[in-house]
């Protein structure tokens, strides 16, 4: 389980510098000091933490399941910002909102980054227990002022289609949802099995369904009728 979990730092990591590949170099430097400077004020919050408390959090089911919703989310987000990518790349005209809603998701960092920063410095702060914790945390923020541009310029480098990046993207998102799902759950089942079928709840649901489908058939018969009227 712990190999899964550093698993998902690294491609939290990774994901986050291929976002920003998508910025201009300045707007990556912005994020960069952000992140340089959460790093560095957390320290004193970094230092709190041990490595049984650290290890009893990620052990720690009902907060794992919790973490599981916000990766869930952030995986969305990103994703949807793929699929969007690919339909304001195609299609014309594009509707204000849809482009508007790709604009939100184009400047979306991503959160979860911020976890994996404070994870990172606590287990900076274990390995170096001669140095200043205000030491630590300084380089550790410089590090990451200088690696995360670095970081960018090489995936641009490597990587110079912003096609192939948006797919391997979408990609390695799925990966962690994936992922996420075998770290948080754990072995435990959030919903326990019934020997009994629910025929109420079953009936409604397929009415819920055929009505839906019903209602689909008609609006779309009649955009059809309409268009073939223009």
């Not at 754990?186 to 649901?205: F, H, K, P, Q, S």
Request: hydrophobic share 60%; aromatic share 14%.
């Amino acid at each position: 389980m712990d190999t899964i979990i550093w698993i998902l730092i690294l491609l939290t990591a990774f994901n986050f510098l291929l976002k920003q590949s998508f910025w201009r170099m300045g707007s990556v430097c912005m994020a960069a000091v952000v992140a340089a400077a959460f790093s560095v004020a957390m320290w004193p919050l970094a230092i709190e933490q041990s490595k049984t408390q650290i290890a009893d959090w990620l052990s720690n089911t009902d907060l794992m399941l919790d973490t599981a919703v916000l990766l869930t989310v952030e995986v969305a987000l990103q994703m949807a910002f793929c699929l969007l990518s690919v339909h304001v790349a195609n299609f014309s005209p594009v509707k204000k909102r849809m482009r508007l809603a790709w604009k939100l998701l184009y400047w979306f960092p991503g959160i979860l980054i911020l976890a994996v920063l404070f994870f990172a410095l606590t287990q900076l702060i274990f390995a170096l227990p001669g140095i200043a914790f205000q030491q630590v945390a300084w380089g550790f923020g410089l590090g990451g002022l200088i690696f995360i541009p670095l970081g960018c310029w090489l995936i641009r480098f490597l990587l110079p289609e912003e096609e192939w990046r948006l797919e391997l993207l979408f990609l390695t998102n799925a990966l962690v949802a994936v992922l996420g799902i075998i770290a948080t759950v754990n072995g435990r089942t959030a919903v326990e099995g019934v020997a009994e079928v629910e025929w109420d709840a079953l009936i409604g649901c397929i009415g819920m369904f055929l009505g839906g489908a019903i209602l689909g058939f008609c609006i779309r018969k009649w955009k059809r009728g309409r268009w073939l009227k223009i």
